[in-house]
């Protein structure tokens, strides 16, 4: 008798789980439509890499020119624009990445559940 009421218990089991992992999903994807708009991001993360660049040429403008303190000034400004550039970018492949496996996520929680 034991026998036949075990898968029952162990499917209850695997079914409270799914449950549970497909409502934190759901909160997540709440959480994330309350945060601010991907393309804001997306405009200052490209206007960073731009300014980053920028000051890098200027950079190496003024280490041929001679001008030290400028050099050193550009150099650091650029350093900072293009790292905050790749952080804001990567930032944004992350949550791709991560509402991709979200989807195989659901996808397979679709095809286990009865």
């Known amino acids: 008798m034991n026998e036949l009421t075990k898968p029952k218990t162990e499917n209850n089991e695997k079914n409270e789980i799914l449950k549970d992992i497909s409502n934190i999903i759901k909160s997540d994807r709440k959480k994330e439509k309350k945060k601010s708009n991907q393309s804001f991001e997306y405009i200052v993360g490209a206007f960073s890499l731009i300014f980053g660049i920028i000051f890098l040429v200027f950079f190496t403008m003024h280490c041929t020119v001679g001008n030290l303190f400028l050099a050193i000034q550009d150099g650091i400004l650029g350093i900072f624009f293009f790292l905050v550039g790749t ?5 944004l492949q992350i949550r791709k990445s991560e ?3 979200e989807k195989k996520i659901r996808k397979l ?3 286990a559940t009865p």
């Open 87 to 91: 952080g804001i970018s990567l930032k």
């Open 99 to 101: 509402k991709r496996l």
């Open 109 to 111: 929680l679709k095809e």
